[in-house]
């Protein structure tokens, strides 16, 4: 399940997505393959170590945390009341197409020639 925040001029608000499902429903595991040089596993394992984790339980954990910063740099964005009043008032007042914009629409997609 997937959370979008905005900023209303009421507080933080928070909008919840339920998420289509893409399958049945089964915690799977697969496999992933990786060649690393040896001073990189090191490092990797020296740190796993200090931590009391296993390789694949620090490279998961990490991996799996920049995933969803990733994800949320996409998504996520707070705004101050002033902020979000601009931001709703661009979206509900969008500018009229220019002569660029009317002629990209005008042209055939790459993928019908």
Known sequence: MAQNHFRSSGG??????????????????????????????Q???????ILGKTRTEFMIETARRQAIDVLLD????????GQYDAFVHALDNPPAPGPKLRS??????????
């Open 12 to 41: 933080l608000e928070t909008a919840t997505l339920v998420a289509k499902k893409r399958g049945p429903a089964v915690d799977a595991k697969g496999n992933i393959n990786l060649r690393i040089e040896s001073q990189t596993r």
């Open 43 to 49: 490092l990797i394992d020296d740190a796993a170590a």
């Open 74 to 81: 996409q998504r996520l964005f707070v705004l101050d009341s």
């Open 104 to 113: 990209l629409l005008r042209r055939t997609p790459a993928w019908r020639t």
